[in-house]
């Protein structure tokens, strides 16, 4: 039978940490508990580490599942073949940093944030995340600058990522068309529909934990709660958990700063042909 002391540390951990991730107060969670601020401090920062440690456990490219298995639920949105991702970022906004580096944290559109990376499968599990640049940086440079990339343009995984017009078109990321002609166009359609499974994701990550909405701490604190959340969204997905309601996504792509790469752009033309001509 378990300690009833421990029981209640636990139970007190588990709860203060669900009304911090809800987006509350650090004080008004306090008051609700009768906690000091120090308490709350100390134990959200102790779970949400112990919780980031089982990212390499919960969040895994390409996933859990066969690679055949991840292309085939890919392909049943919109017959999209070969998928084994959909890539994207969403900028967490946070309280300005202090510091010589804070205006590194000023997103294009003005406010701090830090630009997280991620890439999911077809049912909204997060399948890698890169949580550690300032908001400044370009969604198609923290891509450029991630394992995942590296690992990649390697061939070490048999497929290809969907990414919008962010980012350059590559053989083993494929982006949209800026001027579609007739098959282009079809292509185009598959590809946003089943594109949009990363921004579902964001969207039921940011539903789940208010407090992604913004968090009041330090940037390297913030990346630490963005991955224990994203541990978090697994777990919920994986034990099927009713999702919350998600509000339409109504960002827009980022500039590409890097060009199509030949490769990528041959690929792409081979795609229209073998499967939306």
Known sequence: MACPFLRDVVDEEALVLRRAFSGAFLYSVGDAEQLNKATICRTIRSVCLAIKALADVFISFPGHRRLCDIKEEFYRIAGFPNVIGAVDCTHIRIKAPSGAHEADFVNRKSFHSINVQMVCNADCVISNVVAKWPGSVHDSRIFRASEIYQCLSQGEFSGVLLGDRGYGCQPFLLTPFTDPQEAQQAYNHAHARTRARVEMTFG?????????????????????????????????????????????????DNPAIFPDDDSGRLLRDQYVLNYFS
């Open 204 to 252: 039921l990550l940011k539903a789940r934990f208010h407090c992604l909405h913004k968090l009041r701490v330090s940037p390297v604190r913030a990346c630490d709660i963005t991955v224990a959340c994203a541990v978090l969204h697994n777990v919920a997905c994986l034990r099927k958990e009713r999702a919350p309601r998600v509000p339409p996504a109504m960002d827009r």
